[in-house]
């Protein structure tokens, strides 16, 4: 009896001696360390084995991008302000913890050989299965975008066996069971850099750090009292394990969201006849609390496809950097209104005649008669029709105190006869529009209203006459008519630069000299991207 006491006691003795040197061992899935610094950012990646021929992450180190420059050719510029960027970092880390958990975990085995004997320790079914994040921040430099996440809670579920043998003892000894830990204080800091590739965003993770201030182990099954004294055996393999596991989905989820971007379209339709160029100018310009990219904006012929005609108008970031507490602001230059007015004119939709359809008293010459009392003396009780076009495409002005539209517009008047209606008159007509901005559905809409009308009479097959004498009823005309049909294709609005997934909230509109700006809150409605789904096995 004391004999097999003192031999119980003697491997007692040598699996605690062994699991003490296990402590200072590296499990075989994580013998090899690389340290990289990357600018400002410094992180650690834990590599697998050399012979294996692959390593848990691989980064690149991305040249330092400069972010400045002056937006030529930029005609829109988007610009998120210091709450809009923490909205989008708790939209992004709201959604990436919901994708990461659970995360299986690497399992990790080592084995130790002595003179006393060996041993094999094995820790599986490991699962980060909660996680939650009590701080984050974002801070923009230089050298790239990080988002700082701290002071996370999480928990770790694994499986823990061992096997001894040794010369002197007959029979291998082993036992098992399964631990629970808990992980506090960790922080994971990630650095990417945005840059403009091909014509959209393309963004790339340039560093990863993650550091874990304390693991608590529990052990269950076995005789986990006895080995609970010896959980350090198991505490940096785990560290290591969710450092490098979590750098790795970090990167995944990096990847699915420049494949996004990279798959967003450079030209938006708005209908039949036209689209607009949301081509990236240049690279993001990032400032201390705020971040800003640059769009050409310019509205191209679905109808009539040309070349661009690259419109020489540039966007000043300093214009961005009001006291606008909204977090976000899209700056317009009148350049992109006026290239879709050109666009909607070289497309013959700028004209207009008005006929019999409309039923009104001034289609029929009788109306005319004390206006313009020849017309009716030559075709007396004859219908008619208003031919209006424009003679060169219309401009808008942006001015502080709001916006104005100005057209040339040839009225001809049209006696129908019996073989084609007959032009008698041509009136040379400028207009001068004020127009009301509002955004409805994520979209810049504008009603017109007339503002002033001059007359000039530019032929007539009947003679002279005073043109002045029309300007009451030509007034009526082209509020009652005119306008009405203009602001009903304005209805189409121009699209701003928001996702499908995004509704804009608390908006206001101000105006800068040639510059139109809309201010707002966002607020994600979900369905943007979706991170690469739960892990079912460990990221190779």
């Known amino acids: 009896m004391g004999l097999a006491m003192l031999r119980l006691t003697l491997l007692s003795v040598s699996i605690v001696l062994l699991l003490r040197h296990a402590a200072a061992s590296k499990f075989e899935a994580f013998s090899n360390e690389a340290e990289y610094d990357?600018?400002?950012?410094?992180?650690?990646?834990?590599?697998?084995?050399?012979?294996?021929?692959?390593?848990?992450?691989?980064?690149?180190?991305?040249?330092?991008?400069?972010?400045?420059?002056?937006?030529?050719?930029?005609?829109?510029?988007?610009?998120?302000?210091?709450?809009?960027?923490?909205?989008?970092?708790?939209?992004?880390l709201e959604q990436i913890l919901e994708e990461v958990t659970p995360l299986v975990l690497p399992d990790m085995k080592t084995r130790i050989n002595s003179p006393i004997g060996r041993l094999d320790v094995e820790v599986s079914h490991n699962e980060l299965s909660w996680a939650n994040v009590s701080r984050s921040d974002v801070v923009l430099g230089k050298k790239g975008i990080t988002v700082f996440v701290g002071h996370i809670h999480a928990g770790v579920r694994l499986h823990w066996k061992y096997k001894y043998t040794a010369t002197y003892v007959p029979f291998p000894v082993n036992d098992g069971g399964w631990a629970d830990v808990e992980v506090n204080g960790m922080q994971v800091n990630m650095?990417?850099?945005?840059?403009?590739?091909?014509?959209?965003?393309?963004?790339?993770?340039?560093?990863?750090?993650?550091?874990?201030?304390?693991?608590?182990?529990?052990?269950?099954?076995?005789?986990?009292?006895?080995?609970?004294?010896?959980?350090?055996?198991?505490?940096?393999?785990?560290?290591?394990?969710?450092?490098?596991?979590?750098?790795?989905?970090?990167?995944?989820?990096?990847?699915?969201?420049?494949?996004?971007?990279?798959?967003?379209?450079?030209?938006?339709?708005?209908?039949?006849?036209?689209?607009?160029?949301?081509?990236?100018?240049?690279?993001?310009?990032?400032?201390?609390?705020?971040?800003?990219?640059?769009m050409k904006g310019e509205f191209v012929s679905l109808v009539k496809p040309s070349n661009s005609?690259?419109?020489?108008?540039?966007?000043?970031?300093?214009?961005?950097?009001?006291?606008?507490?909204?977090?976000?602001?899209?700056?317009?230059?009148?350049?992109?209104?006026?290239?879709?007015?050109?666009?909607?004119?070289?497309?013959?939709?700028?004209?207009?005649?008005?006929?019999?359809?409309?039923?009104?008293?001034?289609?029929?010459?009788?109306?005319?008669?004390?206006?313009?009392?020849?017309?009716?003396?030559?075709?007396?009780?004859?219908?008619?029709?208003?031919?209006?076009?424009?003679?060169?495409?219309?401009?808008?002005?942006?001015?502080?105190?709001?916006?104005?539209?100005?057209?040339?517009?040839?009225?001809?008047?049209?006696?129908?006869?019996?073989?084609?209606?007959?032009?008698?008159?041509?009136?040379?007509?400028?207009?001068?529009?004020?127009?009301?901005?509002n955004v409805v559905d994520n979209k810049i809409a504008a009603e017109l209203a007339l503002n002033d009308l001059g007359l000039e009479l530019k032929w007539s097959d009947i003679g002279n006459f005073p043109v002045a004498l029309l300007q009451p009823t030509l007034r009526t005309v082209i509020s009652r008519v005119i306008l009405p049909i203009l602001n009903k294709k304005f209805d189409h609005g121009f699209p701003l630069p928001f996702l499908p997934a995004i509704d804009l909230e608390n908006v206001d509109i101000r105006y800068e000299e040639g510059y139109i700006f809309v201010c707002c809150d966002i607020f994600y409605k979900g369905g943007i991207v979706k991170p690469p789904g739960p892990l079912t096995e460990p990221l190779k």
């Open 191 to 294: 650095t990417s850099v945005l840059a403009a590739r091909n014509g959209t965003l393309r963004m790339t993770v340039v560093g990863c750090e993650t550091h874990i201030d304390d693991l608590h182990i529990k052990l269950q099954g076995g005789a986990s009292w006895f080995y609970q004294p010896f959980v350090n055996v198991f505490d940096a393999e785990i560290r290591a394990a969710i450092g490098t596991t979590i750098s790795k989905r970090i990167v995944a989820i990096a990847e699915k969201l420049d494949n996004t971007l990279q798959a967003l379209p450079r030209h938006l339709p708005i209908d039949d006849v036209s689209a607009v160029d949301v081509t990236i100018m240049q690279d993001p310009v990032i400032g201390p609390t705020f971040l800003s990219v640059c």
């Open 38 to 92: 990357v600018g400002d950012s410094y992180f650690k990646i834990l590599a697998e084995n050399e012979d294996k021929g692959n390593t848990a992450l691989e980064l690149q180190r991305t040249p330092d991008v400069l972010v400045s420059g002056d937006g030529n050719s930029a005609g829109v510029m988007v610009n998120l302000s210091e709450s809009g960027l923490s909205y989008v970092k708790d939209v992004l």
């Open 309 to 437: 005609t690259c419109l020489d108008y540039e966007l000043q970031s300093e214009l961005l950097h009001s006291d606008s507490t909204k977090m976000v602001t899209v700056a317009l230059r009148e350049d992109v209104i006026n290239s879709a007015i050109a666009v909607y004119y070289e497309a013959g939709f700028l004209e207009w005649v008005g006929d019999e359809a409309l039923k009104e008293a001034w289609l029929n010459t009788h109306f005319w008669r004390w206006i313009i009392p020849q017309l009716y003396k030559k075709y007396p009780n004859m219908d008619m029709a208003l031919d209006f076009s424009c003679s060169a495409p219309p401009t808008v002005k942006l001015q502080s105190d709001g916006v104005t539209g100005n057209a040339a517009v040839e009225l001809t008047l049209l006696v129908k006869t019996d073989e084609e209606p007959l032009p008698v008159v041509c009136i040379s007509l400028t207009v001068s529009m004020d127009a009301m901005v």
